[in-house]
């Protein structure tokens, strides 16, 4: 992984890109805030006394795994407040690790990617090796 540099580096997207891009991460993180709110609901027990094992089991399955997205859900909301910093600080599209801009595709597959696809791939592989270690 390569260093970050001290000298700060700002985006070479044009008002107008920042403007889409700012729109997009709004919009995911309203669905995400909507899906959140809807989760919720839905996390309570509805056990009852004498209930089937296998249905305790399966209510807790589903509890569990609704916690879990909703943890995910939290993660991604946090890259999109970070990514909304960056526009309005003007570092946004800038990697994090290299501090080259990462590319126009990427972010609009991701827009609230962190990394440009060299760093992204290389810790990925750095994280495959890790696990690797322990196998």
Do not use: W
Request: proline share 1%; net charge neutral; charged share 35%.
């Amino acid at each position: 992984m390569a260093k970050k540099k001290s000298t700060v580096v700002k985006s070479s997207f044009s008002d107008a890109q920042l403007v889409e891009f700012r729109d997009i991460l709004y919009r995911e993180r309203q669905n995400i805030l909507s899906r959140l709110r809807h989760s919720s609901v839905h996390l309570e027990s509805s056990r009852q006394a004498g209930d089937e094992g296998a249905e305790v089991g399966s209510d807790d399955f589903i509890r569990e795994t609704g916690i879990q997205i909703m943890s995910e859900d939290a993660k991604k909301l946090d890259a999109i407040t970070t990514a909304l910093r960056n526009i309005e600080n003007g570092t946004y599209g800038i990697c994090h690790d290299c501090n080259k801009p990462i590319s126009e595709v990427r972010l609009k597959a991701k827009p609230s990617a962190r990394l440009c696809i060299d760093c992204k791939s290389l810790r990925e592989e750095q994280r495959m090796a890790d696990l690797d270690d322990y196998r």
